[in-house]
């Protein structure tokens, strides 16, 4: 190949080329090396067409972002006859800035003296947006006050967030490669956990509320979210999690609806949610035609405590009466504080007789019972059996009657309604 043929080769090579290609004198003294020449991709990327480079100086395409420290560097690479690469911000010829990665390599003649500078240059402004943008993302999950976690397609985990640290206890290297089953605490039921997996594998995102074990033991609800991630093909290959710590919010709701539904004394039911417990165990013993009955009971002479050792004295044996009944009803039972001295015992799934057996328990166990200051008290016990389709009004005055019977018959009994 001819000389001629070779150059002509070369130069539509270079001219062709996707990156940029500027080529420049050697000359270092004021204004600096000048272009002599630049590809069409110099032209595309900077905006200006071949005849308003050619004669100027690189410093045309330098603007306030430019960095000044690289510059310095680059004229003693100049100086030096070095290559020199770097990264930073150029303009284009309608003012917008650019990011450009380039390298400069000196060009020597036959004696070794540079005589040239040639520089490859590529635009990179949408690759250092990404990475910025990358950048963002990532410091946002690291600071966020959300849980983040991201697991492979099998769920192991490969990444956690700092809150997520400080919520469970573990260390990220200690998370990374577990399975986040290590922060099951028991509580969530099999199928629980295979209606999460159906609606992830379906593709969609799972909502609900977590109750975790943190490394310590403790226990945190956590409000979450999960997201299947796809590749291009529709599978999934990530899964990321983000959660809410709620733990306070549960617990103050958790406060609130004891404080609603307790008795503040005795720490048992108070009314108002032994009348709605006892609508809907009413309404059950009707559709399924089951047993139900109410035992109600009145510690004997509790006025006299109250007068003769005060208020504080009565209080404590009110509450020591509660205890005694707490101890001796079984877990299906519901008792209440009814007003005053009164309780009450909502016996579902129990008849008539069997109503009476755990009234006499209750009255004895009472009586076995050494309360504060007063020594021994007694009750008085009144028990009936929900009748077919009977309303709540009708059962309430049926077993307060059967009360006041046992009072009226001398106290410290059972009776049942006539």
């Known amino acids: 190949m001819r000389d001629t043929e070779y150059l002509q080769l070369l130069e539509t090579a270079v001219e062709q080329s996707f990156n940029a290609v500027v080529i420049t004198t050697a000359e270092l003294d004021l204004p600096g090396p000048t272009i002599i020449y630049v590809n069409a991709a110099m032209m595309r990327m900077s905006g200006y067409e071949r005849e308003e480079l050619l004669g100027t100086t690189p410093r045309l395409l330098q603007g306030p972002k430019t960095d000044r420290a690289m510059l310095q560097r680059l004229r003693e690479a100049l100086k030096a006859g070095e290559p020199f690469d770097a990264i930073t911000v150029n303009y284009r010829k309608d003012g ?188 059950r013993s009707h559709r399924y035609q089951r047993p139900l009955s109410l035992i109600m009971l009145d510690i004997d002479h509790f006025k006299p405590v109250n007068d003769i050792h005060g208020h504080d004295v009565g209080d404590q044996v009110l509450v020591c009466f509660a205890n005694v009944l707490r101890e001796n009803l079984r877990i299906t039972d519901l008792c209440a504080r009814w007003g005053g001295e009164e309780f009450i015992v909502l016996a579902p799934e129990t008849a008539l007789a069997q109503a009476l057996q755990l009234a ?59």
């Open 360 to 418: 006499e328990k209750l009255r004895e166990a009472v009586a076995a019972t050494v309360f504060p200051v007063v020594g021994h008290v007694t009750t008085s016990v009144g028990v009936i059996e929900a009748r077919p389709n009977e309303l709540i009004v009708s059962m309430i005055k049926r077993v307060d009657s059967a009360l006041y019977q046992a009072k009226a018959e001398g106290r410290d009994r059972v009776r049942e309604a006539g």
């Open 96 to 283: 917008t800035p650019y990011d450009v990665e380039w390298n400069l390599s000196p060009v020597r003649n036959e004696a070794g003296s540079v005589t040239h500078f040639v520089s490859i240059q590529r635009d990179i402004t949408l690759s250092v947006e990404e990475q910025r943008q990358r950048r963002l993302l990532s410091s946002a999950i690291e600071m966020s006050s959300d849980s983040v976690v991201i697991t492979d397609a099998a769920g192991d985990i490969e990444y956690v967030n700092q809150a997520f640290e400080r919520y469970t206890g573990y260390a990220r290297d200690a998370a990374i490669g577990q399975n986040p089953r290590l922060l099951k605490s028991g509580h969530h039921s099999a199928q629980f956990y295979r209606n999460m997996w159906d609606t992830l594998t379906r593709g969609e995102t799972f909502r609900d509320t977590f109750l975790d074990k943190t490394r310590d033991g403790d226990h945190r609800y956590v409000e979450q979210t999960i997201s299947p991630i796809k590749d291009e093909q529709g599978r999934i290959v990530r899964y990321v999690s983000v959660g809410k710590d709620i733990t306070r919010r549960v617990k103050h709701e958790q406060e609130l609806e004891r404080i609603a539904n307790t008795d503040t004394l005795t720490g048992l039911a108070n009314r108002l949610s032994f009348d709605r417990r006892l609508e809907l165990e009413m309404a």
